[in-house]
Nanobody
Framework: QVQLVESGGGSVQAGGSLRLSCAVS????????WGWFRQAPGKEREFVAA???????YYADSVKGRFTISRDAAKNTVYLQMNGLKPEDTAVYYC??????????????????WGQGTQVTASS
């Protein structure tokens, strides 16, 4: 069983930065692909970024060039560095784990474990 705990959310002015952390327990990072998703009120959960077990990264077009996903195996933690935050980035952000089997999926339904979420608010 994998447990995920997000932290690092908060409120910033537009243009500001935050770094989200996802502390992982129960399994090593290398056994999974990792993703960050977000969900704004009244909207569906959407893909933000992912990193495969081979360290290949993927980003949604809306965050490309502003957000960076990374992982630290020694700390068993996955990160999402968010720069240049915009009001439209406001959402609850979730960390998720996907079994590293075959093709890496970017849809929320393809992930097996989820954290509880952390609120990010960027105000203009």
């Amino acid at each position: 069983q994998v447990q995920l705990v997000e932290s690092g959310g908060g409120s910033v002015q537009a243009g500001g930065s935050l770094r989200l952390s996802c502390a992982v327990s129960g399994r090593a990072l290398s056994n999974y692909n990792w993703g960050w998703f977000r969900q704004a009120p009244g909207k569906e959960r959407e893909f933000v970024a992912a990193i495969s077990w081979t360290a290949y990264t993927y980003y949604a077009d809306s965050v490309k060039g502003r957000f960076t996903i990374s992982r630290d195996a020694a700390k068993n933690t996955v990160y999402l560095q968010m720069n240049g935050l915009k009001p439209e980035d406001t959402a609850v952000y979730y960390c998720a784990a996907q079994y590293a089997l075959g093709r890496m999926g970017l849809g929320a339904k393809e992930y097996n474990y989820w954290g509880q979420g952390t609120q990010v608010t960027a105000s203009s």
